[in-house]
């Protein structure tokens, strides 16, 4: 291990490492980028499958083979003919997008009093939010359902849609951390223009809390996207306000498990949120990387 | 709504005070104008269930009737009778302490590795998030295929190498370990996360280190892992707060490795923790008590247990916390 | 602003809208039209099962002018239990799990029928003995029964050949022989044909496949008093230890591969139609299933065999079917049971259906209707459902919960998880006691 003997670090910065160094450098990077692509190799292995199994047959899909043989595209029109994937496609994006919609109209004003309006009682309002986001929904998942029921939603979608409308605990938090660092200039040389709160909230900040307001909303509709647990207990007994998570995980009894279809039927479920992550994975990344640091 | 109005200079100190109170009045009545939505909201959706949640755990309810006050009965059961629930904390403990570590660590250490790649981030950065895209009903269907014994692509592969490749969901012994495996196939946001963290860390931390004759690993332990740790923190806690809440994998991944096609129309065994019992986790069992044998006052009981132990272990955890996490100052 | 409020403003009424035309079109129950009455039917049966049914309800919309009959098909009991929670009823509901009749009855969650019955001066006696039993709980009738399935013996016949055997086992150590006969394995010691496949939760058709065993062994559940007498019988014991031996001579994992590598029950691909089964206990639709599907299969049917001990019991089987009956909530009450009427009571309505999907014909008349189409596969399966020691599973007020329970524990038997089974099978006596007790009470689980 040699020891630095230069007293300047830009210096040592700037002299070549000797051979050695250079050497047990390039090892260790080639054993990293090997790694890498073993892990690499190891996480893309489940999508490979579930696309060959999704071209075979039904029979070689039940059998040792690896690769299908011929290749069956059949498969994917099939599965809209056997299972009403383009209805539950719909309730899906009924579910998201009003959700989704429901939480940024609810959740932007919230963090804005949260964050840069100062009143009694704002510090006890944030401690509430930060309680509610400990709550495994579980937990509040008996009543809800009894209340629903008692006023007949049970069997739709509005169970699920409605509490989005009302404020969600991660996405006031995220903002209200995000609206936390807005310069208050900005919003003073509004006030200065004679602008009332409500409209700094709807022009400033809005514009420039884009980012955080883009990362809210992707998230939002991802989730509602893969939600399974509420969908699973308001609509498992209307078929036709299914959502493609459900139906998914119905399809298979549906139809005698034909394997073939059935992975068909889930690279399709795969594909709206990958196509959507490589239209916005600048969007994507940054948004991830907010709630983590942020958080 | 209109900002400030400026009056004509009467009682100049009298104007003030009224301005100021006038003032105050406005920025109170758009507080509760912003924040209404937020306060029916936490009422409804949050203080309502939970005072609810304490009322049912006491009566036997099931949705027919109006509920019947049965006392501490329902706590009893839960406590002393039910065949299932000692397997259901246990299952739940389990993933817990198997599955947050593991996938702390697993998505640090993919982190660390693309932190240190020169070439091909970008590539190897969107194969490892790409997974974490997957709906969890989709991975978990796809897993369960993948893994089936007999004609699945993991056990022919391994049949191909000479090895018996085990029962995966098939089995008492690897139906949770065959879950980590797909948690583990998940970790692309922890690990994104991690990764912004890694490449956050000053640079001059890793040159003085450097300086003092810190190698590699001693950099790691003393320079990147101190540093990031409120990310550990943070990942942590998400990752306990989603243990102890875990269904779908497990109820998809039942459902599908039993087996039985309810096309039969018919479900005379219950098939949650299929096989065995062994991926039977707490919110699996509230559901089966809940939402099939429509127990609502048994499940009230048990999700008013939840509540108190997901509340304690996070306060634990938080607190222990301060112990190893430092706050670098001056972070983004 | 006013963009921003008149922005949210929009939103928030696109949104009511569309939130009311979701809650309005999500509503399964009838809605009463001017002229014909809408009700719907929810029913188990589904793919061509549930075609041949839908035949039988078109007949009757014809009949009717005045009502549309909607048929759902694919409920399990779960949706049936939900719905009634949620407010959200069918007009009819059908279930094939007969065993929960008694917690429908006992919580209300079916209504009564008896005062229908008397109004139409209907004689239960018209319905067999065993199927009235599995429709009622402590003189509660909330349920007829629609068909009847009663379970037997397949066995491949160009298999029996090859092996050189001329008749069905008609005792289990017959059967046990014949098993290892049949069974083929592969090189690496896989199960390539398995003989009998004795593993529980493995095509377990419509029942806890314990309970298909227990009139071929005469093994009763319930002492004189309702008490649970699954550790004083031996008769369990000694199913549950035959069945672990044959499980073990096979390997359990052996055994666990092959079931997980076999094809849907319900499938074209059933492990039994395409030969990688020899013989099995199976319902009586299994019938259909194969005519439809594999109608070359060279296989004969035959009563199940019986314990050693007990060979008077043979010819008989387990029974149990499908029952219907009229959920609480609901409106149109004379219609619903107008229909539920015709389903189960006309001779013509179910011998059609019992063709259709080969199920036992529930009332004596349609059982000699000239309508049914003779098979001599099916016969046997009659002739079983007629024998006096064919038995159903007892009804409780706690439905099929405690059937589930002893399912549990006999899984955990074969997996060799279950200590010793003596001593097992007094707990599972006790839980169950406390499930019944409970039930009844109106207590806690």
């Given at each position: 291990m040699t020891t630095a003997s230069v007293p300047v670090a830009a210096a040592l910065a700037r002299r070549k490492p000797p051979a050695s160094v250079r050497r047990r450098r390039f090892l260790l990077a080639v054993a990293n980028h090997s790694l890498l692509i073993v892990a690499g190799i190891a996480f893309l292995a489940p999508f490979v499958f579930i696309a060959l199994t999704a071209l075979m047959t039904n029979g070689q899909a039940l059998s040792?083979?690896?690769?299908?043989?011929?290749?069956?595209?059949?498969n994917f029109v099939d599965v809209f003919h056997q299972a009403p994937v383009l209805r539950w496609a719909l309730n899906t994006m009924i579910y998201a997008c009003l959700a989704t919609l429901g939480v940024l109209v609810s959740s932007i004003p919230v963090a804005y009093a949260l964050s840069r309006i100062r009143w009694r009682g704002r510090n006890v309002a944030f401690g509430l939010v930060l309680i509610a986001l400990m709550l495994p929904p579980v937990v509040s998942v008996v009543p809800l359902y009894v209340m629903w029921a008692k006023l007949g939603l049970v069997g739709g979608l509005g169970p699920l849609i409605i509490p989005n409308w009302f404020g969600d605990a991660f996405s006031i938090f995220l903002l209200r951390q995000f609206f936390m660092t807005i310069p208050e200039e900005y919003l003073d040389a509004a006030r200065v223009d004679g602008c009332g709160e409500l409209r700094i909230l709807a022009t400033v900040v809005l514009r420039l809390a884009k980012p955080a307001i883009a990362a809210v909303a992707l998230f939002s509709f991802l989730y509602t996207f893969n939600d399974f647990f509420l969908p699973l207990l308001y609509t498992r007994e209307n078929p036709s306000r299914w959502v493609l998570q459900i139906g998914l995980s119905e399809f298979r009894s549906l139809h005698q498990v034909q394997w073939n279809l059935t992975m068909a039927a889930t690279l399709l479920v795969m594909a709206p949120v990958i196509i959507v992550f490589f239209l916005a994975q600048k969007a994507f990344v940054e948004g991830v990387t907010l709630t983590g640091v942020k958080g | 709504m209109t900002g400030l109005t400026v009056r004509a200079e009467r009682s100049a100190p009298l104007d003030r005070t009224r301005a100021r109170r006038k003032a105050a009045w406005r920025r109170r009545r758009l507080v509760l104008l912003l924040m209404t939505p937020w306060l029916i909201g936490f009422s409804v959706f949050f203080g309502y269930p939970l005072v609810m949640s304490v009322y049912l755990s006491f009566t036997h309810y099931d949705l027919l009737s109006s509920p019947k006050w049965i006392g501490t009965a329902n706590y009893r059961y839960l406590f002393t009778q039910d065949p299932q629930v000692g397997a259901a904390v246990r299952n739940t403990l389990w993933i817990i302490a198997v599955m947050v570590p593991l996938q702390v660590v697993f998505a640090c250490g993919v982190a660390l590795m693309l932190a240190r790649a020169r070439r091909g981030v970008g590539l190897f950065r969107t194969i490892f998030y790409l997974p974490a895209l997957a709906p969890p009903v989709a991975a978990t269907l796809a897993f369960v295929y993948i893994l089936n014994p007999a004609t699945g692509p993991v056990n022919i592969l391994l049949q191909h190498l000479g090895i018996n490749g085990p029962l995966w969901f098939q089995s008492t012994s690897w139906s949770k370990p065959s879950l980590v495996l797909l948690g583990l196939w998940g970790v692309g946001n922890t690990m994104i996360i991690f990764l912004a963290a890694i490449l956050d860390v000053p640079r001059h931390l890793y040159e003085s280190a450097e300086l003092d004759g810190a190698g590699p690993l001693q950099r790691l332990r003393w320079v990147t892992l101190p540093t990031i740790s409120p990310v550990i923190l943070f990942s942590v806690v998400i990752g306990v707060i989603a243990g102890l809440q875990y269904f779908t994998q497990a109820y998809v991944a039942a459902n599908v490795a039993s087996g039985q096609a309810s096309q039969a129309g018919?479900?005379?065994?219950?098939?949650?923790?299929?096989p065995e019992d062994s991926t039977l986790f707490y919110p699996v069992l509230l559901y089966q008590h809940g939402f099939r044998y429509f127990n609502m006052g048994y499940a009230s009981a048990m999700s008013v247990m939840l509540l108190v132990v997901a509340f304690t272990i996070t306060l634990l955890i938080i607190r222990n916390s301060r112990r190893w996490v430092h706050y670098v100052g001056a972070a983004k | 602003m006013r963009r921003v409020g008149i922005g949210l403003l929009v939103a928030l009424v696109l949104g009511a809208a569309l939130l009311a035309a979701t809650a309005r079109t999500s509503a399964t129950a009838g809605t009463s039209g001017a002229k014909a009455e809408n009700i719907t039917i929810w029913v188990g049966w589904s793919a061509a099962e549930l075609k041949a049914f839908k035949g039988v309800v078109a007949e009757y919309d014809n009949k009717h002018a005045d009502v549309t009959v909607k048929v759902v098909g694919g409920i399990n009991d779960d949706k049936i239990t939900a719905a009634i929670r949620s407010g959200k009823v069918p007009d009819v509901v059908s279930s094939f799990t007969s065993a929960n009749v008694g917690s429908y009855c006992n919580s209300g969650a079916w209504i009564d029928l008896k005062p229908f019955l008397a109004k139409d001066k209907?004689?239960?006696?018209?319905?067999p003995k065993t199927s009235q039993y599995y429709t009622q709980y402590k003189g509660k009738r909330c349920a007829l029964p629609l068909l009847a399935d009663v379970y037997g013996f397949y066995y491949n016949k160009k298999m029996f050949k090859a092996a050189g055997l001329t008749s069905p086992p008609k005792t289990m150590s017959q059967l046990t022989a014949y098993a290892k006969k049949l069974t083929k394995k592969n090189s690496d010691g896989s199960i390539k044909v398995a003989g009998y496949n004795p593993f529980l939760g493995f095509y377990s058709g419509n029942a806890p496949d314990l309970t298909t065993y227990a009139p071929l062994f005469g093994a009763k559940y319930v002492d004189g008093s309702g008490k649970s007498v699954l550790s004083r019988d031996p008769a369990w014991s000694k199913i549950l230890k035959w069945q672990k031996s044959l499980i073990d001579w096979y390997g359990y994992k052996n055994l666990q591969k092959f079931n997980a590598g076999a094809a849907d029950e319900f499938s074209a691909s059933h492990a039994f139609e395409i030969g990688k089964l020899a013989m099995m206990i199976d319902g009586e639709w299994r019938v259909a299933f194969i005519a439809r599907e594999h109608p070359g299969l060279d296989y004969g049917t035959a009563p199940a065999p019986v314990d050693d001990a007990h060979?008077?019991?043979?010819g008989a089987g387990y029974v149990n079917g499908t029952i219907i009956g009229i959920p609480k909530g609901v409106k149109h009450k004379d219609q619903a049971w107008a229909l539920v009427k015709y389903l189960t009571t006309d001779s013509h309505a179910l011998a059609i259906f019992s063709n259709g999907v080969r199920n036992v014909p529930t009332t004596k008349a349609s059982l000699t209707s000239p309508d049914i189409k003779p098979d001599a596969h099916f016969k046997t399966f009659l002739k079983i459902f007629a024998n006096p020691n064919s038995k159903t599973s007892p009804i409780t007020a706690a439905g099929n919960a405690y059937g589930s329970l002893i399912q549990a524990f006999a899984v955990k038997w074969q997996a060799g998880h279950a200590g010793d089974l003596a001593k097992g099978l007094q707990k599972l006596d006790k839980q169950i006691d406390a499930q019944l007790k409970q039930a009844q009470a109106g207590g806690v689980p």
């Open positions: 040792s083979h690896l690769w299908p043989n011929p290749f069956r595209w059949q | 018919d479900q005379t065994v219950n098939n949650l923790g299929y | 209907i004689d239960v006696n018209m319905f060979p008077e019991l043979y």
